[in-house]
Structure formats: structure tokens, C-alpha cells
């Protein structure tokens, strides 16, 4: 396999959020400490009228997510039971693999790194931060070659 441009800065984070939620209370509960937290704030460009809790681990691009998904789970581990309780509880609770998209580039996952985070039994999203494209075919450059080459191993 050609070697190929990865996200920048890959992110793997425990995010957990919530109207009501109070970021001191959810600190004490699942003894962590996050790397961010915020009040519910009305005027939030993220999550706005809702308090966030998180706690994410970057890399280095060259990386990859195995290396912040291998942390963050040996991070939070300990406190899995707990969070599983504040997530019963009505809190959103996802475990997120967030980076910047370049064009041409991808994010992989190995499938030791899958496994452990299905392990966790938590939702897992993807978020991206992309640069807009200054050509209108841009929007088009992530459909694989007709070809099929996109399949070679």
C-alpha cells in the first residue's frame, strides 16, 4: 500500500454532555479530570444551552488514532462503571475521533484499536474540520477512481 496524507491533529475524546449537566459534579463522580468542561451557555458556538465535559488526547498527525484511542482508554478505563451510570442517566456520552481533513487525505483505525473501543459498549462519532475547497470539483475528489484502484491492497 502507497503511503498516504492522514488527518491532521487525530483526536480521540470521551465527551459527555448535557442541559443540566454540571461539569464539577461529573469531575467528582467519575474521578477524572477533564482537559476541558464548560457551564451550559446559551451563546456556545458548541453545544450551545448544554454543559460539556470532555476529556481528549491528540497526536501527532503521523500517528494516526491508535495512539489517542490506546490513551484515552487507558485514561478513562478505571472510571468506565461510572461513566456507564451518568450515561444511564439521561447525559449524552460518546467516545469522539475528531482531526482536519486535507484533500487526499484518510484517517485509519486498526482493528486491535476497533476492538477496543466496541469494548466500551459507547457510541462513537466522527467529527471533522475540513479547509473549503477553491474549486467547485473539490466536492467531488473523495469519490473513489472508477477504475476500482481504490480496492488494491
Not at 475524546?13 to 461539569?23: E, K, S, Y
Not at 473549503?132 to 466536492?139: A, C
Request: glycine share 8%.
Amino acid at each position: 500500500m502507497e503511503p498516504f496524507t492522514s488527518w491532521g491533529a487525530p483526536q480521540a475524546a470521551l465527551l459527555i454532555t448535557g442541559r443540566d449537566l454540571i461539569p464539577r459534579e461529573i469531575t467528582e463522580e467519575l474521578g477524572l479530570t477533564p482537559t476541558f468542561s464548560r457551564e451550559a451557555t446559551a451563546n456556545a458556538s458548541f453545544r450551545p444551552g448544554e454543559g460539556c465535559w470532555a476529556i481528549s488526547i491528540t497526536a501527532e498527525a503521523d500517528q494516526g488514532f491508535d495512539t489517542p484511542v490506546e490513551k484515552l482508554i487507558e485514561s478513562i478505563s478505571p472510571a468506565l462503571g461510572a461513566i456507564r451510570k451518568v450515561h444511564r442517566r439521561g447525559y449524552a456520552v460518546q467516545l469522539d475521533l475528531s482531526g482536519h481533513v486535507r484533500k487526499g487525505s484518510r484517517a485509519c483505525l486498526s482493528p486491535q484499536a476497533l476492538n477496543s473501543l466496541a469494548r466500551l459498549e459507547l457510541p462513537v462519532s466522527l467529527t471533522t474540520d475540513a479547509d473549503p475547497p477553491t474549486r467547485s470539483e473539490d466536492l467531488l475528489d473523495w469519490l473513489p477512481a472508477p477504475d476500482g484502484s481504490h480496492r488494491a491492497t
